[in-house]
């Protein structure tokens, strides 16, 4: 985040930066860990999102 801020990115680039570190990493983007990791009632819903995707895949 510091190094996108400093930078000076627009949103989009922002996405595209945390999105291109995080596939480099094998880990995801930071800024959607940082929007998660202290509301589990999210990490619920990204699961319900991740068991959907896989049941339209079967």
Do not use: C, H, Q
């Amino acid at each position: 985040m510091k190094m996108a801020n400093a930078l000076d990115f627009d949103e989009n680039k922002k996405v595209k930066f945390f999105n291109i570190i995080a596939k480099e990493k094998r880990d995801i983007p930071s800024d959607i860990y940082a929007g998660v990791i202290n509301d589990e009632t999210k990490w619920n819903d990204v699961r319900k999102i991740l068991n959907k995707g896989e049941s339209e895949n079967d």
